[in-house]
């Protein structure tokens, strides 16, 4: 492989949304529809990649908590060589690429290749998965704005030299909204975390699964019940958990009769 012959197209790194293809930006249907060639993440709804270029070859590189996952300097060289040979590569990932996807790390590994890059933003589950149960996240009657935060990380008391948690006593002590990714498979020990960091276990929270899919589940409780509702009704990844007074907004729009599936606790 010659390191230094330039690509003709920029690798467009691609945020495909939730799930609905109602949610994909023109930008992501025009780069879609043009594409040679796209690498998706196992998080990508099935009918947004319906309206890719039917000839585009298709490569999985799903990344998924429990299950083998395809080894991320592996992606970034599967990237680098297919944007080498000349082709239209669109690196298309579910929600937003920057948000939680790795996104950064990827340009970073394309740019010091001397692949140009351009990124599409796209619409992230923490903020189309509330809404659609008419949650809006920066409810200024609620809470003065919302943090994203990561469910999966340690706590940053933890010293094993991997990326360091969040700081929950600082995050329940801002009053910010809490929209929590990849939250769920741990639910227990978040909820007990958030419980000793000092959030008060009667907190309004709310999961919502497979958002913008077909097969879209959600719950309403408190923070103290939300292992036990989520296991009771069988909610399973990938869901966002929301927790602060703003969940009290939920369901003013009606969405049971679209998505007959959807309940309270
Ligand atoms: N880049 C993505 C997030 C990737 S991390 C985005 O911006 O949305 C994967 C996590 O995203 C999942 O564990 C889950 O917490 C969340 N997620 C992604 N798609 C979702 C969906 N359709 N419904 C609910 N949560 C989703």
């Known amino acids: 492989m010659n390191s230094s012959s330039p690509s003709l197209f920029p690798l467009s790194l691609v945020g495909a949304g939730p799930g609905d293809p109602d949610l994909l930006t023109l930008g992501a249907l025009r780069r879609l529809q043009q594409a040679d060639v796209l690498l998706c993440d196992e998080l990508v709804d099935a009918r947004v990649l319906a309206l890719a270029n039917p000839r585009a070859r298709r490569i999985f590189v799903g990344k998924r908590g429990g299950r083998p996952s395809t080894e ?8 680098i060589r297919e944007a080498r040979a000349g082709l239209r590569v ?13 996104g950064g790390e990827e340009v970073d590994a394309l740019r010091a290749a001397g692949i140009a890059v351009e990124v599409l933003s796209g619409i992230t589950a923490g903020i189309a998965a509330p809404a659609s ?20 990380c340690r706590n940053n008391a933890d010293q094993d ?12 002590q801002s009053g910010l909204t809490l929209v929590i990714y990849m939250g769920l498979r741990q639910v227990d020990q978040l909820v007990q975390t958030l419980i000793e960091a000092g959030m008060a276990p009667q907190t309004q929270a709310a999961a919502i699964a497979s958002a913008h899919t077909p097969q879209q589940q959600s719950l309403i409780c408190t923070l103290e019940n939300l292992g036990h509702s989520i296991r009771t009704q069988g909610l399973r990844s990938p869901a966002i958990l929301v927790l602060g007074s703003v969940v009290a907004q939920a369901n003013h729009v009606d ?6 599936r959807l309940q309270q606790a």
């Not at 991320?72 to 990237?79: A, D, S, T, V």
């Open 72 to 79: 991320q300097r592996f992606i970034h060289e599967l990237m």
């Open 255 to 260: 969405l049971a009769l679209q998505h007959p």
């Open 90 to 102: 669109v690196r298309l990932k579910g929600g937003d690429p920057f948000v939680f996807g790795r």
């Open 161 to 172: 030299g991997g990326p360091s948690g969040p700081n929950w006593p600082a995050l329940v």
């Open 133 to 152: 149960l008419g949650i809006p996240v920066t409810d200024r009657r609620h809470a003065p704005g919302v943090a994203f935060v990561t469910g999966q």
